[in-house]
T-cell receptor
C-alpha cells in the first residue's frame, strides 16, 4: 500500500509568489494535517482537515490556506511568499479526527529566494 | 497550552551502549505522548505512543518509553545502540481531543560511534 505521498518533493520560488503543495493520505485515512519544519526545529502545526472540514489551525498568517477534497487529498496554499517560509512542509494522515499518532509523508522542501 | 522540552539537542553514544533521550512535557489535560524518528531528507516515523494505557510503552526497533506523570516526563530508551539508530528524534504531545494538533519538541540528534 502507498504511504502518504506529497508533491512536489522540492521547489524554488521567488518572494511574493504563490505556491501550492499537494498531499494524498493513506487509503482509508480521512484526516490530513499540515506541518512546517524549519531547519533545526521541530514541526509546527499549520492545519488539520477531517472529512473536508477544517478542524484545527495553528498560529500562521492568513497567507496560509488549505483545503481537502472529496477523495481526502489535500492542498496547502501559501500566498505572498516570504524568505521565512522556506522550510520542509510535512503532510500527515490519520484514520479519524483524533491524534493517535501520525503517518507522515516525506515532505516538500520549499526554498524562497 | 501544551509544550515539550527535549533536554540535549545532541546525544552521542557508542555502539552497544544505552540510549537515553529525555523529554519533559507540559499539559493542562491528560496528554497523549509520542516519539518520532526522522532520517535525513525524510518525513517523521512514529516510534511509539502513550495514549493513557500502560505507562511503559514499547515501540519499533527496540525502543521503549515510560510515562511518569509525577515527573511530567516521557524519556526514550534503548538498551543497545546500533549504527542505524543515528537520526533525529522528536518528542510530541497532544491533548487527544478532536483537534489533530501535536506540539513537537525541537529534536535531539543521536550520533552512534563505532
Amino acid at each position: 500500500d502507498a504511504g502518504v505521498t506529497q508533491s512536489p518533493t522540492h521547489l524554488i520560488k521567488t518572494r511574493g509568489q504563490h505556491v501550492t503543495l499537494r498531499c494524498s493520505p493513506i487509503s482509508g485515512h480521512k484526516s490530513v494535517s499540515w506541518y512546517q519544519q524549519v531547519l533545526g526545529q521541530g514541526p509546527q502545526f499549520i492545519f488539520q482537515y477531517y472529512e473536508k472540514e477544517e478542524r484545527g489551525r495553528g498560529n500562521f498568517p492568513d497567507r496560509f490556506s488549505a483545503r481537502q477534497f472529496p477523495n481526502y487529498s489535500s492542498e496547502l496554499n501559501v500566498n505572498a511568499l516570504l524568505l521565512g517560509d522556506s522550510a520542509l512542509y510535512l503532510c500527515a494522515s490519520n484514520q479519524g479526527p483524533h491524534n493517535y499518532g501520525y503517518t507522515f509523508g516525506s515532505g516538500t522542501r520549499l526554498t524562497v529566494v | 497550552a501544551q509544550s515539550v522540552t527535549q533536554l540535549g539537542s545532541h546525544v552521542s553514544v557508542s555502539e552497544g551502549a544505552l540510549v537515553l533521550l529525555r523529554c519533559n512535557y507540559s499539559s493542562s489535560v491528560p496528554p497523549y505522548l509520542f516519539w518520532y524518528v526522522q532520517y535525513p531528507n525524510q518525513g517523521l516515523q512514529l516510534l511509539l505512543k502513550y495514549t493513557s494505557a500502560a505507562t511503559l510503552v514499547k515501540g519499533i526497533n527496540g525502543f521503549e518509553a515510560e510515562f511518569k506523570k509525577s515527573e511530567t516526563s516521557f524519556h526514550l530508551t534503548k538498551p543497545s545502540a546500533h549504527m542505524s539508530d543515528a537520526a533525529e528524534y522528536f518528542c510530541a504531545v497532544s491533548d487527544g481531543t478532536n483537534a489533530g494538533k501535536s506540539t513537537f519538541g525541537d529534536g535531539t540528534t543521536l550520533t552512534v560511534k563505532p
